[in-house]
């Protein structure tokens, strides 16, 4: 517990203890954007010059850096509407759709549909300006049709989502099922943590699994 909530957070903890001045909080968000604008755009060199390689930024693994796309993508609107200078709205608006197309070239389905969940709620809180909304939106619509409609990998990805008899989806419906077990088992507290691993591949895995080293 202290590794994950203490010791990986301290940079976060030192950051809101030591720095008062706003402005130098100001500054710190503004290089946090640049870093995410300058990984962002090399997920987007990925997707062009190696199509059938799944983008992961600086980070060089795609999960984690979905992961980071889908918060922008649920955040970066909510911050444009709310910029009081116009540069600041283009800068979040534009840093959003390039977010989106970022994201499309990680290949992460479960970050595409946290991302669409997203968009309802953040919808909901910006609809206060719906020309807005709805111009961002038509926008990033045509943004993903157009990367879709060139890569044929991700015409693929997007059908399997609905394909069980697709090797992923069926092993994560299986794992989904040990975890509904997990929980029947420990619904307050849970296994611990660090425990998942040995619990899972030595009390709840499913006969039918083939990944079995999870």
Known sequence: WVNHYFY??????????????????WILAELALASLLINNLHCLWEGWMQPDHRAGGFLGFYMPTAGALAIEAALLPLFAVRAERLRDRCIFWGMFLLAIVALLY??????????????????????????????????????????????????????????????SNSERILIWTSAWH??????????????YERAYQTEYIMPEAKERNL
Do not use: N, Y
């Open 182 to 195: 997990m929980f029947e088992d420990h619904p307050l507290l849970g296994i611990g943590v660090g425990q």
């Open 8 to 25: 990986r957070m301290i940079g976060f903890f030192a950051v809101l203890i030591a720095v008062k001045d706003k402005k130098r909080l």
């Open 106 to 167: 990680t290949e992460t389905r479960g970050a595409w549909i946290a991302v669409a969940l997203a968009a309802v709620s953040s919808g909901a809180l910006i609809a206060q300006s719906k020309r807005k909304c709805l111009a961002v939106c038509l926008a990033a619509v045509v943004l993903l049709a157009g990367g879709i409609s060139m890569s044929h990998s991700l015409q693929q990805r997007i059908v399997s989502l609905t394909d069980r008899d697709f090797q």
